[in-house]
Every structure is written in C-alpha cells, then in structure tokens.
C-alpha cells in the first residue's frame, strides 16, 4: 500500500513567487491535513480536510495561503506571493478515521524563500 | 489551550544504556498521547500511542512510554539504545473530546546514540 506522498520534496524560490505543493494521502483516508515545522520549532496545525471539505483550517497564517482539495482525493497547498517567513517544512498527513487513530505522514515538502 | 512541551533539543546517550525522551503536555479534556520518529529526510513515522488503559504503552523499535497523569507525562524510553535509535522524536497530544482531532506538537528532540 503505497503512503502519503508528498511533491515537491524541497523547492527554492524567490519572495514574491507563487509555489504549490501537493499532497496524495493513502488511498481511502477522507481525513487530511497540512502541517508545517519552521526551523527548530513545533509542527504546527495548519487545516484539516474531510474528503473535499475544509473542517478546520485555523491554522493558516494569513490569506496568502490557499488549500484545496478537489474531488477528495489530492490536495494542493498554494503560497502566493510568498515571504520569507514561509520559509519550512510542509507536511501532509492522512487518516482513515478521527478518534484514536494515528496520523499518517508524508516525508514533508521544504520550502525555502530567499 | 492544548500544548506539549518538549524541554531537551538534544539528548546524547551511548549504545547500550537505556534512554528517555521526556515530554510534557497540556489539554482541557482527557488525553490521546502519541510519539514519533523523524530519521533524516524522511517523513514521520508513527512509534506509539497512549489512548487508555495501562500506563505503560509499548511500541515499534522496543520504544515504549508511560503515561503519568498527575505530572501530565508521557516521557518516552527504551532500556538499550543502538546507534540505529538516532533521530528526531517528536511528542504529541490531541484532546479526546475534539471533534477535529487536531494533533498538538512538541518542537521535538534530537536523539543522537553514540557506539
């Protein structure tokens, strides 16, 4: 069974640039979410999709940030434009249930703005 | 507010001795404690989790952890470190009564096993 996968795994870009990640969660997990780790810090709740619908997105830092999930399958997470405190690691996790259940982890998108 | 504190950014132990990884957390309800792993430029992987029931969980790798709820702990251990246990270890808690299942995390802590 194939994990969270996560693209791209690092990408440099210029402040004011846009960049989109995208996450695909295990097949049949409704629940999604976006994480980030700004250097040495704690992994920070982002939001949270079930299927193609947002049930939380608190987390986001400001409207430069847009998270879609079309289709409850995939979900992009797009910055734009993006400053330099954007700057981290952008995770995606999935899970199959709420509850007790664990997430599941893709190995991170880094993106740095310069 | 929900929070986990993990008070070390490093811990060095040597091959052999058995190791601790402390974390502390903060929740309004009862708590969903769980630990993970980070090895370099992978994703993280989950060890173990504390729902209820024993104290004491056991998890991957001969990880384990004891949930204390007066000192609100959920220190994570493992009686004989090998130099394969060097990682990055991240603590973690959500609040058995939210509905959105938000997991709350520590900034982690960087275990480094010497031979």
């Known amino acids: 069974e194939a994990g969270v996968t996560q693209f791209p795994s690092h990408s440099v870009i210029e402040k004011g640039q846009t960049v989109t990640l995208r996450c695909d969660p295990i097949s049949g997990h409704d629940n999604l979410y976006w994480y980030r780790r700004v250097m040495g810090k704690e992994i920070k709740f982002l939001l949270h999709?079930?299927?193609?619908?947002?049930?939380?997105e608190s987390g986001m830092p400001n409207n430069r940030f847009l998270a879609e999930r079309t289709g409850g399958t995939y979900s992009t997470l797009k910055v734009q434009p993006a400053e330099l405190e954007d700057s981290g690691v952008y995770f995606c996790?999935?899970?199959?249930?709420?509850?007790?259940?664990?997430?599941?982890f893709g190995e991170g998108s880094r993106l740095t703005v310069l | 507010a929900q929070s986990v504190a993990q008070p070390e950014d490093q811990v060095n132990v040597a091959e052999g001795n058995p190791l601790t990884v402390k974390c502390t957390y903060s929740?309004?309800?009862?708590?969903?404690l769980f630990w993970y792993v980070q090895y370099p430029n992978r994703g993280l992987q989950f060890l173990l989790k504390y729902i209820t029931g024993d104290n004491l969980v056991k998890g991957s790798y001969g990880f384990e952890a004891e949930f204390n709820k007066s000192q609100t702990s959920f220190h994570l251990k493992k009686p004989s470190a090998l130099v394969s246990d060097s990682a990055l270890y991240f603590c973690?808690?959500?609040?058995?009564?939210?509905?959105?299942?938000?997991?709350?995390f520590g900034s982690g802590t960087k275990l480094n096993v010497k031979p």
């Open positions: 999709f079930v299927k193609e619908s947002k049930q939380d």
């Open positions: 973690a808690v959500r609040d058995s009564g939210d509905s959105f299942n938000k997991f709350y």
């Open positions: 996790a999935s899970s199959q249930v709420r509850g007790t259940g664990e997430l599941f």
């Open positions: 929740v309004s309800g009862n708590p969903y």
